[in-house]
């Protein structure tokens, strides 16, 4: 039922227009809105590779977890009248919560894992938010952009139905709204990143240090977001820094148009990956880099979603068959 | 009929959420306009703080300037040099990017940062006193009570436990904040470390042993 609906909308836009042939269309776009999902496949990926980055971020603050959470930590706490504002999302910053992290931290990591086995997607969806908001917001100021774009797609997946059955018969309501706000939550997924990129892209034409391709190089003179090798590199070959500076520039500019060119996408977003994977390894934001790499997943086509989400059951398969084997040469090792 | 109207709703509903907050998440990020001024308060009502969001990512200008918090001990009667508590988990963090010291830094930064504000907010706003030695007692107090100086001297106390490892417990502490600005591109070669560094030295004190807050 869903394929002939596309096909007759991609007709369409080779016949001579008409209004009939407008409605037309509308009110297909409005049917294939409610009645399929888009691509079912990107945003099971796009969910699963969220919550996989959460998981890694909380892992990385593990090892020293009570510098950053417990009351003894040197986190500030968020003013008061803004901890009242919304006190159910800021529980780890009222004191008698504060040394209950672990419970959090715990119930995070429980939850993500059920987060990408898709078990009880809603429910598990909402309580995942829930508890990153609160251990997030106890420490505010280590947060940066990546943490920012992870928290909206963490509310835009309480609307996201990740389950596989993407041909089930949306005759009754609920369902239809359903499959139209997991189609609208995923585009909302790909506005965001579009947003975030014309936001900075056009904040930064305005700047004197971008215009005159410097910009590169005076990030890589402050401590935090250097290292010795790139700071000399860029002293040493000016090229570099202004390379750098103005394809991080004209980047920022052009993806918010061309990444809806389907051609040009995949071009566009390996380039946005290289530039990333510099700010994670040379800037040292490790988890920003990576959390921008992962918001790009929301760009990917059905094919490769598909293909990626295969990747875990071949490598189960291959290990299952090498354990297989293990105990096979052992058991005919001890019969010998 | 009932089927259509169904339909109708079950598209329509959506589509008019996603529009509202479509157009409001663009009126909170675009740059101050009219459109923007009439609508702000509605807006901020609407997004913040679930879809707070601000991506000036090193934008206009990237960061120009490190501040930090450096502090020197009393020992024996000897002032011993100044030292920079950041510096060893800077280190840690240049070996390997993928552990928690990268947002150590961060909250590390954030001390220096937030006294540095409150430093100047003290020398903005203290006056009343015609005596220069009485206004600047009056703002050394006033900044010894803030917050923020307390913070610090706790992060500083417990790196001087770290370092003198509970052998020594120094006299008198004092602060220092450093705003260091870095070499200027024309001067990138040249061999001086900074194009330009100003330091503020806060007041001295007597060292107490760190205590947990809640003691």
């Known amino acids: 039922m869903h394929k002939p609906l596309k096909c007759q909308w991609k007709n369409l836009k080779n016949q001579p227009f008409h209004m009939n042939n407008l409605q037309f269309a509308i009110n297909n776009k409005l049917l294939s809105l409610t009645t399929e999902r888009w691509n079912p496949s990107v945003a099971r990926l796009l969910r699963k590779a969220v919550y996989c980055w959460c998981l890694v971020n909380t892992l990385i603050l593990l090892p020293d977890a009570a510098e950053f959470w417990s009351s003894s930590a040197l986190t500030p706490t968020m003013p008061p009248e803004v901890i009242q504002q919304q006190v159910w999302s800021h529980l780890l910053s009222l004191p008698q919560f504060q040394n209950l992290y672990g419970y959090f931290i715990a119930a995070q990591i429980v939850l993500l894992i059920a987060g990408m086995a898709c078990i009880f997607p809603r429910i598990v969806s909402i309580l995942i938010y829930f508890v990153t908001i609160n251990i997030d917001n106890r420490v505010y100021v280590i947060l940066d952009g990546g943490n920012n774009l992870i928290h909206l797609f963490l509310l835009y997946f309480i609307l996201i139905d990740p389950s596989k059955n993407t041909g089930r018969p949306a005759s009754n309501f609920l369902s239809r709204m359903s499959n139209a706000f997991t189609n609208l939550s995923l585009l909302m997924c790909q506005l965001q990143v579009v947003m975030m990129y014309l936001i900075s892209g056009l904040s930064k034409v305005g700047g004197e240090l971008w215009q005159n391709g410097t910009a590169l190089y005076y990030t890589l003179q402050v401590d935090e977001y250097t290292h010795p090798f790139a700071k000399d590199l860029v002293s040493r070959y000016p090229i570099l820094t202004v390379l750098g500076s103005y394809t991080t520039l004209l980047y920022q500019v052009m993806f918010p148009w061309l990444v809806w060119n389907k051609k040009v996408r995949p071009w566009l977003l390996s380039i946005g990956s290289c530039i990333h994977l510099q700010i994670s390894l040379v800037m040292g934001l490790f988890m920003f880099g990576f959390a921008i790499a992962v918001a790009y997943l929301s760009f990917s086509n059905e094919k490769f979603a598909e293909k990626v989400l295969r990747v875990p059951g071949h490598i189960i398969r291959f290990l299952n068959l090498q354990f297989l084997r293990f105990t096979r040469t052992a058991t005919s090792a001890e019969t010998l | ?215």
């Open chain 2, 1 to 215: 009929m009932k089927h259509s109207l169904q339909l109708m709703l079950a598209a329509c509903l959506p589509l008019f959420l996603f529009g509202i907050h479509t157009i409001s998440t663009v009126l909170y990020n675009i740059p101050e306009n009219p459109i923007t001024r009439e609508y702000m308060p509605v807006v901020n009502w609407y997004m913040e703080p679930q879809f707070s969001q601000n991506w000036h990512l090193f934008a206009p200008e990237p960061a120009t300037r490190m501040v930090k918090l450096w502090y020197r001990v009393k020992v024996n009667d000897k002032w011993q040099h100044w030292q920079d508590p950041m510096q060893p988990v800077l280190e840690k963090h240049r070996q390997n990017r993928a552990t928690y010291h990268a947002k150590l830094l961060y909250i590390h930064g954030n001390i220096a940062k937030d006294l540095i504000i409150r430093q100047s907010y003290i020398l903005e706003h203290s006056s009343g006193k015609a005596d220069s030695t009485a206004l600047q007692m009056q703002q050394n107090e006033s900044l010894k009570a803030s917050p923020e100086y307390q913070l610090a001297i706790r992060f500083v106390s417990r790196d001087i436990e770290k370092v003198y490892k509970h052998t020594i417990y120094p006299d008198s502490l004092q602060l220092m904040l450093a705003e260091l600005y870095p070499k200027q591109f024309s001067e990138r070669l040249s061999a001086r470390p900074f194009s330009y560094a100003q330091t503020i030295e806060m007041p001295m004190e007597k060292f107490k042993k760190p205590a947990l807050p809640h003691e």
